[in-house]
């Protein structure tokens, strides 16, 4: 396994280094950025984000539905709009996404006294059960994850990717003063499925 693993990432390594080798004539933003680039595209496939059916703990769940139960399982009851929003999809693909987790038995539309206007979305007993089960397979595989990183080196790895978030949201999604720990319980309560 660890042959395979090797050769192929050889020609990627030796594309990384003619790319990085020709923008050197450029500026070094640009070689920050193809460095970040690749740094990026090489933990998507590793950590299995790349995979649209599947979580990267391995559930046969797609990752946008699993994102979607998230939302409704931290903060419970939500509208179509609101989860519009916090997953930051269009509304044909939320309107499609919830039709897929109605389908599974995993939520529920519903009216609220005194608004019949807005229509509610909110996890079933199932999707309550299904949130649970996503939730200890993501737990394990973010402990398996923190295991191979060298532990004095884990707090860097969190505010970089605190960071990162905050640079791909805009500086609205994440106010400013808001530290990794903070963003983490935002983004990750527990029992936050995966």
Excluded at 34 to 57: E, M, Y
Excluded at 105 to 121: E, T
Excluded at 169 to 183: H, R, S, T
Aim: net charge positive; with cysteine.
């Amino acid at each position: 396994m660890a042959t395979a693993e090797r050769t192929s990432t050889v020609p990627e390594r030796q594309w990384l280094y003619r790319r990085t080798k020709w923008l050197y004539s450029g500026t070094m933003t640009e070689v920050d950025a193809l460095a970040l680039q690749n740094r990026i595209s090489a933990f998507v496939r590793a950590f299995g984000l790349h995979q649209p059916d599947r979580t990267p703990c391995g559930e046969v769940v797609p990752v946008s539905e699993v994102h979607a139960m998230a939302e409704l399982a931290n903060d419970g009851a939500l509208t179509q709009t609101e989860l519009m929003g916090r997953l930051r999809l269009e509304k044909s693909t939320v309107s499609r996404l919830v039709g897929q987790l109605i389908g599974r038995g995993w939520v529920r539309r519903g009216k609220r006294p005194g608004d019949a206007r807005l229509v509610w979305l909110e996890l079933t007993e199932a999707g309550r059960a299904a949130a649970g089960q996503l939730a200890a397979a993501r737990a394990a595989r973010f402990a398996a994850l923190l295991d191979n990183i060298p532990t004095e080196q884990r707090p860097a790895v969190v505010d970089a990717l605190a960071l990162l978030v905050q640079a791909a949201a805009g500086p609205v999604a994440v106010p400013v003063g808001v530290g990794a720990a903070d963003l983490d319980q935002r983004a990750f309560p527990a029992g936050t499925p995966s």
